[in-house]
């Protein structure tokens, strides 16, 4: 910096910053990891079990790296970038219709971890959904793209299902059951809006009209 306060050619920031046109134009990098590594024992941090998803138009991959949702054509060489998480994304998943697509995020013990939900045609932020803290573990859409429901991490210790339209959460439950171990993975209904399935390490929770009826109001 000058003595005057003027910011020196080539600081970054300034106008003559020679990396301040840089945008990024293509990556290589994979950090998930496929079905048979995401059963029984965790992955190693950082890896995001099935983070592979074909979307429904089959015309596109998309999986995470790092801070970023990738969205790559499979028969044309193409990349769009979806930027917007502060810190590396834990989970990610796309909408029956292929019109959503959502991920979240680690971040420190007792902050909250994001949950951001994409536009995929437009390719832009609908929505930043915040109120598990630590980790997303699992994401799911409902079949008829009415909800979202989201898995916290072991430190969070909840499931929050949110409305899609509305972007806001509309009710929740701890997410421990003590005959199923701490949930680790979600899987929704194909047919049914209101019911969905949690496992962890013992078994299986089957979750429905009673969570989004009975539980807890947020």
Same mark, same amino acid.
């Given at each position: 910096?000058?003595?005057?306060?003027?910011?020196? !050619? @080539?600081?970054? @920031?300034?106008?003559? =910053?020679?990396?301040?046109?840089l945008r990024?134009?293509?990556?290589?990098?994979?950090?998930?990891? =496929?079905?048979s590594?995401?059963?029984?024992?965790?992955?190693?941090?950082?890896?995001?079990?099935?983070?592979?998803?074909?979307?429904?138009?089959?015309?596109h991959?998309?999986?995470?790296? @790092?801070?970023?949702?990738?969205?790559?054509?499979?028969?044309?060489?193409?990349?769009?970038? +979806?930027?917007?998480? !502060?810190?590396?994304?834990?989970?990610?998943?796309?909408?029956?219709?292929?019109?959503?697509?959502?991920?979240?995020?680690?971040?420190?013990?007792?902050?909250?971890? =994001?949950?951001?939900?994409? =536009?995929?045609?437009?390719r832009?932020? +609908?929505?930043?959904?915040?109120?598990?803290?630590?980790?997303?573990?699992?994401?799911?859409?409902?079949?008829?793209? +009415?909800? +979202?429901?989201?898995?916290?991490?072991?430190?969070?210790?909840?499931?929050?299902?949110?409305s899609?339209?509305?972007?806001?959460?509309?009710?929740?439950?701890?997410?421990?059951?003590?005959?199923? @171990?701490?949930?680790?993975?979600?899987?929704?209904?194909?047919?049914?809006?209101?019911?969905?399935?949690?496992?962890?390490?013992?078994?299986f929770?089957?979750?429905?009209?009673?969570?989004?009826?009975?539980e807890?109001?947020?």
């Amino acid at each position: 910096m000058s003595g005057g306060g003027a910011m020196a !050619t @080539g600081e970054p @920031g300034s106008p003559h =910053d020679p990396l301040s046109g840089l945008r990024l134009e293509a990556v290589i990098g994979f950090n998930g990891s =496929d079905l048979s590594e995401s059963r029984g024992v965790r992955n190693a941090e950082g890896h995001v079990p099935s983070g592979l998803i074909c979307h429904p138009d089959r015309e596109h991959f998309i999986y995470p790296l @790092g801070c970023t949702v990738i969205v790559q054509g499979i028969n044309v060489r193409t990349q769009d970038f +979806l930027h917007g998480h !502060t810190n590396n994304v834990s989970c990610v998943t796309v909408s029956s219709s292929g019109s959503y697509v959502a991920s979240g995020q680690i971040t420190f013990m007792g902050f909250k971890a =994001d949950i951001i939900l994409w =536009d995929y045609q437009k390719r832009e932020m +609908l929505a930043r959904l915040s109120l598990h803290k630590g980790k997303i573990e699992n994401l799911a859409f409902s079949p008829n793209d +009415l909800y +979202l429901v989201s898995l916290g991490g072991q430190d969070d210790g909840s499931m929050v299902v949110w409305s899609v339209q509305k972007k806001e959460a509309i009710c929740g439950s701890p997410a421990s059951a003590r005959s199923a @171990g701490n949930p680790t993975t979600l899987v929704y209904s194909n047919c049914r809006d209101e019911m969905f399935v949690s496992a962890g390490k013992y078994g299986f929770v089957l979750l429905g009209k009673s969570l989004f009826h009975f539980e807890n109001k947020l």
